[in-house]
């Protein structure tokens, strides 16, 4: 009975405690924000442990982030005792788990476990590269746009053999097949893959090597999933062989797909991924024989990755893909308060592809506030506002740390962290580019990558020349075609180059001097502490000394930043983990141990939650977002809606949300118009309140719950107007007053089409 039930289990109301302990066969919990989806799996794996079902290695558990992985770990072990939660090293992202498997089975991918991954600046000059070799212009054909393209069919599970034809001759006059392949053969060569090819390459392993793939359906016992509603088609194909039991019924197959276990792949078809999703799909029947212990949470209305290749249908599809599946849905919502509940759910409701829920809750706290809406005259004013209002918030005592602002896109955090600077404010950017994006961390990072693999090309190039050592464009390009002739790495190239006589002196002392490093550093890999061996090589190659000499006014700071490099490689045990570890945090917390408010995108905050919450930029083009408007029609405003329920439902408590009338983008002022989502917040939990007196009395200043604009004449072209008001100190100029007429909106919104930021969100 419930008195005799552990600990972990109490306190769960009765759906959650059935997720919780339905551990055998296919469960999906398919709920609202807040109703405790993660909570349930965190549970349930503390469930699985106590009670002696698993192993913590048999458990394999994916989160989106790699904090919220963290988060988990650290709650289970609340749960059940630190002691018991250790040795899970099957609780990542995909593409942590990805990486992982990668490495213990790299020779099957035809690479060798040192790997290397490349980010996205290494991948775009990589393609720079394959399409001038092509003699193609790579301004008529940029590879950024190239990049994006092989990163979709990835994110599809697409090979090169898989894309479709027309997909294909999009591209460079029809050269797209070709240049993927090119792409994903110079990869192997470079001993080097990119993130899609963390879950692409085990998929082929798995599909490749069934006793493999069957090893490790010996070894997941359970796997858990958060967040379903973002998977994409690669990822879900990689948990359905995962999930697989294929019973007697499949031998056939089974020994079919042996015939090639063991095969080497051959290089031309190395990050393929065949057959395609329809076959996965086909052997859906098998599974309903030997059920598999799976559990999905995941919410419909928060699936805002559909631009990234996500498939919300994944969801949906649940009870066809695991047939006897239990279903259990959550309706309580423990974390906002009625007002903010409400607003979220009148917002959502204006979607028409949706599955729909209830949600409720039981707070009811008079003293709870409405959701705020407030304005501002441009970006500087919102930032200067908002910092103020968290300041009044800090006189009340409440934490930085339980503060969150939330930006559509990235751009807007600017204004936010030269605010909060000014004002000494702590602040913590969380997935944004950040530390190891820096110049000088590169740099580092560059020398580090060789050493830890010296295929590694593109690091190479980066560093051959820094500091410089008179290494001019026509030596690198000899290095280059030595290497490519003779299919070795530029780094040996370079060393053979520095024995012959092909170069000038001057050049050839440099790459002598620079085989005679690496060589060192790398025998030093086996035998000094990382740590010591990373400053080792930041002396030796001068790198210090360049910035010590350097008189620039950020010299100092790139010093710091380099100190502060090496500092936080003492959290790992190899210099290869820590670079493994740089390459997959794309959420990185500055600041951690203090108390700090976050800033953060939108996509970034799925699953988080925060005490107050801050939206800013609430202004048609910013939010919703242009391009996605532009790119997906109405299923693009959709997609816009449910990020903005994904906003809203991260407050517990204080809600505020911002737009400006005035936007400064590349140098020009837009006059801008409140966002449509404004407008579809309902009146009874939404309080307007005066711009410039954002804390404390949030009272109307039009009185009298009157949302009419009072000036007449103008029309917004979203029908109800109660946001004219608010705008009201837009007066200052006549900026704002010509923004709705239509042709005047309609302009601003083109205009900005090109203004706003494409760099949404982080990778997992
Ligand atoms: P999202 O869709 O935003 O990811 P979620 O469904 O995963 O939300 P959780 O983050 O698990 O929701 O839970 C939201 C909050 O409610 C958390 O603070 C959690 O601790 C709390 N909570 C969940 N279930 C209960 C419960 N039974 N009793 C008390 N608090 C609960
Ligand atoms: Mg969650």
């Known amino acids: 009975g419930q008195n005799s039930a552990p600990d972990y289990l109490k306190g769960l109301n009765p759906e959650q405690r059935l997720a919780v302990e339905t551990t055998e066969g296919p469960v999906l919990v398919l709920a609202g924000a807040g109703t405790g989806k993660t909570r349930v799996l965190t549970t349930r794996i503390a469930h699985i442990l106590a009670t002696g079902k698993a192993f913590p290695s048999q458990i394999l558990a994916v989160t989106f982030t790699n904090k919220a992985a963290r988060e988990m770990k650290q709650r289970i072990g609340i749960l059940i005792g630190e002691g018991n939660v250790e040795g899970m090293p099957w609780l990542g992202t995909f593409h942590s788990i990805g990486v992982k498997l990668l490495r213990r089975h790299a020779e099957l991918a035809g690479l060798r476990s040192d790997f290397t991954i490349l980010d996205t600046d290494d991948v775009v000059r990589l393609i720079k590269q394959l399409i001038q070799a092509e003699g193609l212009d790579d301004k008529r054909w940029p590879a950024k746009q190239f990049a994006q393209m092989i990163d979709g069919w990835k994110n599809k599970g697409q090979g090169p053999a898989d894309i479709a034809e027309g997909d294909a001759r999009s591209f460079a006059n029809g050269k797209g097949r070709e240049l993927y392949k090119a792409y994903q053969e110079r990869l192997q060569t470079l001993n080097a893959c990119d993130f ?66 063991g095969r080497k792949p051959d290089r031309a078809s190395a990050g393929q991924v065949a057959p395609a999703e329809a076959s996965e799909r086909s052997s859906h029947a098998a599974v309903s024989e030997n059920k598999v212990n799976i559990c999905c949470v995941g919410d419909d209305d928060q699936s805002i990755y559909g631009w990234r290749g996500a498939e919300v249908d994944n969801i949906l599809r649940f009870d066809k893909d695991f047939p006897g599946a239990t279903i259990i849905r959550l309706e309580r919502n423990y974390r906002s308060t009625a007002h903010i509940l409400g607003a979220a759910s009148h917002l959502i409701a204006h979607n028409e592809g949706r599955f729909g829920k209830t949600l409720f809750t039981d707070r009811n706290d008079p003293e709870d506030g409405k959701v705020n809406v407030h304005a501002a005259w441009d970006s500087e004013e919102e930032a200067r506002a908002i910092g103020e209002t968290i300041e009044a918030y800090q006189r009340q005592k409440h934490n930085l740390n339980d503060m969150a602002i939330l930006v559509r896109a990235s751009f807007q955090m600017r204004a936010f962290e030269d605010r909060f600077i000014t004002l000494g404010l702590n602040y913590r950017v969380i997935g944004g580019p950040r530390f190891y994006e820096r110049m000088e961390i590169r740099d580092a990072l560059a020398f580090f990558r060789v050493v830890a693999n010296s295929g590694d090309d593109l690091a190479f190039e980066r560093i051959v020349n820094v500091p410089k050592r008179g290494l001019g464009e026509a030596t690198i390009r000899q290095i280059h075609d030595t290497a490519r002739a003779l299919r070795i790495p530029m780094l040996e190239a370079a060393g053979n180059l520095a024995e012959s006589d092909e170069l000038k002196p001057k050049p050839r002392a440099a790459l002598r001097e620079v085989a005679a490093n690496f060589e060192r550093w790398q025998k030093a890999l086996e035998t000094k502490p990382h740590t010591e061996l990373a ?222 930021d494409r760099n949404w969100g982080t990778r997992s």
């Open 196 to 261: 899609g090819d963390l879950l692409c390459h085990p998929i082929r392993i798995f599909r490749a090597n069934p006793d493999v793939l069957k090893d490790y359906h010996r070894r997941f016992k359970y796997i858990l999933v958060d967040e379903y509603q973002d998977t994409n088609t690669a990822q879900y194909m990689w948990l359905r062989l995962l999930a697989q039991r294929p019973d007697a019924g499949r031998a056939a197959t089974s020994t079919d797909l042996r015939s090639s276990e």
């Open 535 to 756: 400053e080792t090589i930041l002396e030796e190659s001068g790198y210090t000394d360049m910035w010590k000499n350097d008189r620039s006014a950020e010299a100092p700071g790139r010093l710091e930043n380099l100190k502060e490099l090496i500092r936080s490689m003492e959290e790992y045990e190899s210099l290869r983990s820590f670079l493994e570890h740089v390459a997959l945090v794309m959420d990185a917390e500055q600041n951690a141990g203090q108390d700090a408010v976050s800033i953060m995108t939108l996509h970034s905050a799925k699953g988080l939650e925060f005490e107050t919450v801050f939206l800013p930029g609430w202004e048609e083009g910013l939010f919703p977002h242009q391009r996605a408007l532009d790119e997906g029609g109405r299923s693009g405003l959709e997609e816009e809606r449910r990020l903005a329920y994904v906003g809203l439902t991260r407050a517990k408590k204080n809600l505020h949300i911002w737009f400006v009338s005035n936007r400064q983008i590349h140098g020009l002022w837009q006059s801008t118009i409140p966002s449509r989502f404004l407008e579809e917040l309902p009146e009874s939990h939404v309080e307007i309140a005066e711009s410039g007196n954002s804390y404390g009395g949030y009272g109307n200043p039009y009185g009298g719950g009157s949302f009419a604009s009072g000036r007449g004449g103008r029309q917004n072209p979203y029908g109800a107007s109660r946001f004219d008001s608010v705008g009201a100190n837009a007066e200052k100029s006549g900026a704002f007053s010509n923004t709705y007429s239509t042709p005047g909106w309609q302009r601003a919104q083109a205009n900005r089409t090109e203004a706003t």
